[in-house]
C-alpha cells in the first residue's frame, strides 16, 4: 500500500518561497505517476504539476497558472516528491496534496479522479 505524506506548507507573503515536500512509503517514487493538486474550498480540486514514472521517461508538466513560478521534482534516494513555489500570490492559496498512481495514461495526469493514492493535504496561505 502506498502512503504519503505532505509538509512544507504555511503561511507567507506575496512574493515568498515555499517548498513542499511529499514522503511516499510502499513502493518506489520512481515507479509512480506522481502530481501535485491544490484545491479551495467549493472548488474542483485543480492540477498543479505532474512527473511520469521512469518507465515513460520521467517528463515533468506543469499548469499554466503556475509555469514559470513552480517546480516539481522528486529524489529518489529519499523517495520524495517536492514542490518548489516561487513568487507566490494570494491566488495560489490553497490546500496542496500529492498524489500518485501505479500506472496512468498521459492523457489522465492532470485529473484527480485518476489517482488511486493521496495525502493528507497541507494549507499554503499567502497573504497581500
Known amino acids: 500500500q502506498v502512503q504519503l505524506v505532505e509538509s512544507g506548507g504555511g503561511l507567507v507573503q506575496a512574493g515568498s518561497s515555499l517548498r513542499l515536500s511529499c514522503s511516499v512509503s510502499?513502493?518506489?517514487?520512481?515507479?509512480?505517476?506522481t502530481a501535485w493538486f491544490r484545491q479551495t474550498p467549493g472548488k474542483e480540486r485543480e492540477f498543479v504539476a505532474a512527473?511520469?514514472?521512469?518507465?515513460?521517461?520521467?517528463?515533468?508538466y506543469h499548469a499554466d497558472s503556475v509555469e514559470g513560478r513552480f517546480t516539481i521534482s522528486r529524489e529518489n534516494d529519499k523517495n520524495a516528491l517536492y514542490l518548489q513555489m516561487n513568487s507566490l500570490i494570494p491566488e495560489d492559496t490553497a490546500v496542496y496534496y500529492c498524489?500518485?498512481?501505479?500506472?496512468?495514461?498521459?492523457?489522465?495526469?492532470?485529473?484527480?479522479?485518476?489517482?488511486?493514492?493521496w495525502g493528507q493535504g497541507t494549507q499554503v496561505t499567502v497573504s497581500s
Open positions: 512527473i511520469r514514472r521512469s518507465g515513460t521517461g520521467g517528463r515533468i
Open positions: 510502499g513502493r518506489s517514487v520512481r515507479t509512480l505517476d
Open positions: 498524489a500518485a498512481d501505479s500506472s496512468l495514461i498521459l492523457s489522465s495526469i492532470r485529473f484527480p479522479n485518476q489517482y488511486d493514492y
